[in-house]
């Protein structure tokens, strides 16, 4: 991972590449910590920057996809069975550890709905 000093430019900062892998390209940190927290989405837990980094990064990151517990990986095609999970990618890949702590979280709950009234 290496530090972009250009503005990002509002574009969608991290695709998909060749070989299945993700690039990025003047990715904030907070985009990347959003983007890493939607990637692991079966968790439910968000992912929240404590780098203190305030720059925009360019990468390349490779990881087999979390899967659900009832999911083999032997159901991935080989070139994806091979790769690092993602904690093992983030941290080898880019220098970052993702870390689990507790601490609180905003939930939002529905606990009444009404139909909207007539104009």
């Keep these: ?10 574009k969608i900062p991290i695709n998909a590449g ?7 390209a ?3 940190m907070s985009y990347l910590c959003w983007w890493l927290g939607q990637q692991l989405q079966r968790d439910g837990r968000p992912v929240i ?8 990064y360019d990468f ?9 517990p009832e999911v083999s990986k032997d159901n991935l095609p080989a070139e994806l069975r091979d790769r690092p999970s993602i904690f093992d990618a983030v941290r080898e890949q880019l220098g970052l550890k993702l870390q689990a702590e507790k ?11 009404e139909r909207p009234s007539a104009n």
């Design 103 to 113: 601490g609180p979280v905003d939930d939002y709950v529905i606990d009444h709905v």
């Design 60 to 68: 390349t990151l490779s990881f087999a996809p979390e899967l659900p």
């Design 18 to 24: 060749s070989d299945n892998a993700f690039v990025g």
């Design 26 to 28: 003047r990715v904030p």
């Design 49 to 56: 920057d404590k780098t203190g980094l305030d720059k925009n």
């Design 1 to 10: 991972m290496k530090a972009d000093d250009r503005e990002q430019d509002f």
